[in-house]
């Protein structure tokens, strides 16, 4: 099985800042990675798939990129409503495993 | 509008069982797999299992095989997991997530808010 592993754990960020979380497959996955953002209390939300494309609705601060086993979210300029834990996801094989997540907090 | 309203949860014993529904709206669901995911207080999220668009193909985690069963009733736009044997480790809040697509490569476009579940003596 495909192992995912982001980083860092924790992230601290001031608002307007650049955040970029970074996330690492165990063996390559081409382009079948997901990206979700969870706020306290609330569902997960779909961010990015296909690596690079977002998904309906999502501003375009929010971009990924990279391929095979390493891929990285940026957040060009953070506001107060996207401090929240990013997870990735692998969907290349099964199991479609998450990383454990980074959460984005406020410096 | 997309909404998935999941139902169900509730505190049992170890060793007991839920059935857990997922009421789906505003889409053709007949069209798209469907998914579990579920996260445990405090931690990361795990998938749990996934159906096909017709219920004809399945796959679950490891951690819940031969004790959780994904099924699905495309008359009634209902997604269900049937859980046995339950463990303390079973422990989340269930979320029921809809695929982009009818099987294959899986990720979630759409998530319901989920439904408790709580293994205790």
């Known amino acids: 099985e495909i192992v995912m592993t982001q980083s860092p754990a924790t992230l601290s960020v001031s608002p307007g800042e650049r955040a970029t979380l970074s996330c690492r497959a165990s063996?390559?996955?081409?382009?079948?990675l997901a990206w979700y953002q969870q706020k306290p209390g609330q569902a997960p939300r779909l961010l990015i798939y296909?690596?690079?494309t977002r998904a309906t609705g999502i501003p375009a601060r929010f971009s990924g990129s990279g391929s095979g086993t390493e891929f990285t979210l940026t957040i060009s300029s953070l506001q107060s409503e996207d401090f929240a834990v990013f997870y990735c996801q692998q969907y290349y094989d099964w199991p479609p495993w998450f990383g454990q997540g980074t959460k984005v907090e406020i410096k | 509008e997309v909404q998935l309203l999941e139902s169900g949860g509730g505190s049992v014993q170890p060793g007991g069982s839920l059935r857990l529904s997922c009421a789906a709206s505003?889409?053709?669901?007949?069209?798209?797999?469907m998914s579990w995911v579920r996260q445990a207080p405090g931690k990361g999220l795990e998938w749990v299992s996934s159906?096909?668009?017709?219920?004809?193909?399945?796959k679950y985690a490891d951690s819940v095989k031969g004790r959780f069963t994904i099924s699905r009733d495309n008359s009634k736009n209902t997604l269900y997991l049937q859980t046995y044997n339950l463990r303390a480790e079973d422990t989340a809040i269930y979320y029921c997530?809809?695929?982009?697509?009818?099987?294959?490569?899986?990720?979630?476009?759409?998530w319901g808010q989920g439904t408790l579940v709580t293994v205790s003596s």
């Open positions: 296909g690596a690079s």
């Open positions: 997530a809809k695929d982009p697509r009818d099987w294959g490569w899986i990720y979630f476009d759409y």
């Open positions: 159906i096909s668009n017709d219920g004809g193909s399945t």
């Open positions: 063996q390559s996955v081409s382009n079948s």
């Open positions: 505003g889409f053709t669901f007949n069209t798209y797999a």
